[in-house]
C-alpha cells in the first residue's frame, strides 16, 4: 500500500474542511497518480474529495456510515485493506490524518508532495522514522517537490 499526501510546513495536511493551500497544480498531480487505481480513506477525507477521484475502487473507512454513493464501506483499516488488494490495482492510501496514522505502518512506500510555504492547519501527517525509508525519486516544481519514499528493506 502506498500513502499518497501533500504535507506543508511541520507535516500540515489539512484545514477545517479542506487543505491549508490552493495549488492545483499539485492535485492534478495526486488525481493523476491515482487515476485507474484503488484508493482507500477516512470518512471524512471521502466528503472533502471523493467527488474528485479518478481511481477505478474507492474504499470509505467508516464506523457511522453503511453505504455509500460510489464507494465501498468498510469498518476497520484491515478489511478496507483486504479489500482494496482484491481488486489487483496498485492501492494508494490517501488519508486523512487518522487513517495515515493507522497505515503507515503497512505502507511499502510514501508519495509525497511538499507544499513550498508556511501554512497552519489542524490535521498532521504521522511522524516517520527517515531511517525506515530510501528516497526513490525526488521531482523539484514551482510550488511543490514530489518525493517517492520506499520502504527500507528489514536487516
Ligand atoms: N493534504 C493531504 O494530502 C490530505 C489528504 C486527505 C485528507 N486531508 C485532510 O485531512 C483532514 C481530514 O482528516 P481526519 O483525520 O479528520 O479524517 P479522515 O481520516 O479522513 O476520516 C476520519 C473518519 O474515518 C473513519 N475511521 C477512521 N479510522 C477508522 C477505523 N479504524 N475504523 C473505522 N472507521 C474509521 C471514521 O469515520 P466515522 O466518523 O464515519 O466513523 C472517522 O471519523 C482534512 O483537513 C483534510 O483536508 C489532507
Not at 508519495?111 to 528516497?135: T, V
Amino acid at each position: 500500500m502506498i500513502l499518497i499526501a501533500a504535507l506543508g510546513n511541520d507535516r500540515v495536511i489539512g484545514s477545517g474542511d479542506g487543505m491549508p493551500w490552493d495549488v492545483p497544480e499539485e492535485y492534478e498531480h495526486f488525481l493523476s497518480l491515482i487515476e485507474g487505481q484503488s484508493v482507500l480513506m477516512g470518512r471524512r477525507s471521502w466528503e472533502i474529495f471523493g467527488g474528485d477521484l479518478t481511481s477505478a475502487h474507492n474504499i470509505v473507512i467508516s464506523r457511522s456510515v453503511r453505504r455509500l454513493m460510489g464507494a465501498k464501506v468498510a469498518h476497520s483499516l484491515g478489511e478496507a485493506m483486504e479489500l482494496g488488494r482484491s481488486y489487483g490495482k496498485t492501492l494508494f492510501c490517501a488519508g486523512g490524518a487518522g487513517v495515515y496514522a493507522q497505515a503507515l505502518p503497512h505502507a511499502d512506500a510514501m508519495y509525497l508532495s511538499f507544499i513550498k510555504g508556511e501554512f497552519s492547519g489542524d490535521a498532521y501527517f504521522p511522524q516517520y522514522d527517515d531511517a525506515d525509508w530510501i528516497i526513490d525519486m525526488r521531482v523539484d516544481h514551482p510550488r511543490f517537490e514530489y518525493v517517492v519514499f520506499r520502504r527500507q528493506a528489514a536487516a
